[in-house]
């Protein structure tokens, strides 16, 4: 990766921020450094709570550019390690994801990259899940082929289309959130209607053809809001 990110401490506010930067060998590499300030705008567009968006851009005194967010040491794969699940964190683990996704989207982008490893928290408790990495994230109406980045993103949760190299919507990210549902499900205490429930909203966001899926993140947190727990 051309990436890397550290954890910094503000020296005056004794605050810790993720510093996102390139690698030294990458420093002078235009097109890695192009897409990095490429990435700080488009997630400078997104103001919301389940969204761990770029605070500011600046300058290395070596030349790197390097993005400022939020530091929060948990990610959704650590939790899908080590943890189990009731019905309600789950369900309330999703509308997180797609409370996110949902301004993402009205914000006229596709993420295009969503994995556990892509959602971040701050404790071990899905409530206060953000998505992060906007690095391959789309403007609407474009596609990887545009910005050189073939293949993109982590390939277990990109949809059909996304690996044939089409334009993509939101639908796009509806799929991934299908996946990392059923794997959250893989996880949960117990069986029951909720959980038989729950499956089936995984299977329709995780469709193959993305004309069966939600038409977009609100009309998937419409039906999330159906079940009941």
């Given at each position: 990766?051309?990436?890397?990110?550290?954890?910094?401490?503000?020296?005056?506010?004794?605050?810790?921020?993720?510093?996102k930067?390139?690698?030294?060998?990458?420093?002078?590499?235009?097109?890695?450094?192009?897409?990095?300030?490429?990435?700080?705008?488009?997630s400078?567009?997104?103001?919301?709570?389940?969204?761990?968006?770029?605070?500011?851009?600046?300058?290395?005194?070596?030349?790197?550019?390097?993005?400022?967010?939020?530091?929060?040491?948990?990610?959704?794969?650590?939790?899908?390690?080590?943890?189990?699940?009731?019905?309600?964190?789950?369900?309330?683990?999703?509308?997180?994801?797609?409370?996110?996704?949902?301004?993402v989207?009205?914000?006229?982008?596709?993420?295009?990259?969503?994995?556990?490893?892509?959602?971040?928290?701050?404790?071990?408790?899905?409530?206060?899940?953000?998505?992060?990495?906007?690095?391959?994230?789309?403007?609407?109406?474009?596609?990887h082929?545009?910005?050189?980045?073939?293949?993109?993103?982590?390939s277990?949760?990109?949809?059909?289309?996304?690996?044939?190299?089409m334009?993509?919507?939101?639908r796009?990210?509806?799929?991934?959130?299908?996946?990392?549902?059923?794997?959250?499900?893989?996880?949960?205490?117990?069986?029951?209607?909720?959980?038989?429930?729950?499956?089936?909203?995984?299977?329709?966001?995780?469709?193959?053809?993305?004309?069966?899926?939600?038409?977009?993140?609100?009309?998937?947190l419409?039906?999330?809001?159906?079940?009941?727990?």
């Open positions: 990766m051309p990436a890397q990110v550290h954890r910094v401490r503000h020296r005056d506010l004794q605050t810790l921020h993720a510093l930067t390139l690698r030294p060998d990458r420093a002078y590499d235009a097109v890695s450094r192009d897409l990095l300030l490429r990435e700080a705008r488009l400078m567009k997104i103001s919301h709570p389940n969204v761990a968006s770029v605070q500011t851009a600046l300058r290395l005194a070596d030349g790197r550019p390097a993005l400022i967010a939020a530091w929060m040491p948990f990610t959704l794969s650590d939790c899908l390690n080590t943890q189990l699940f009731s019905p309600r964190e789950i369900r309330q683990a999703m509308i997180s994801i797609l409370s996110g996704l949902e301004a989207h009205a914000a006229g982008l596709v993420h295009a990259d969503i994995a556990p490893d892509n959602l971040l928290l701050s404790r071990e408790d899905l409530k206060d899940l953000k998505i992060t990495d906007f690095g391959i994230a789309l403007e609407q109406g474009e596609r082929a545009d910005l050189d980045l073939i293949p993109a993103g982590h277990t949760f990109s949809a059909p289309e996304q690996k044939a190299g334009v993509l919507d939101g796009a990210d509806l799929y991934a959130c299908g996946l990392i549902l059923t794997l959250l499900l893989e996880r949960c205490k117990g069986e029951g209607r909720v959980q038989e429930q729950l499956a089936v909203f995984a299977g329709h966001l995780s469709q193959q053809e993305r004309k069966n899926r939600p038409q977009n993140a609100s009309a998937a419409r039906l999330l809001m159906k079940i009941d727990i």
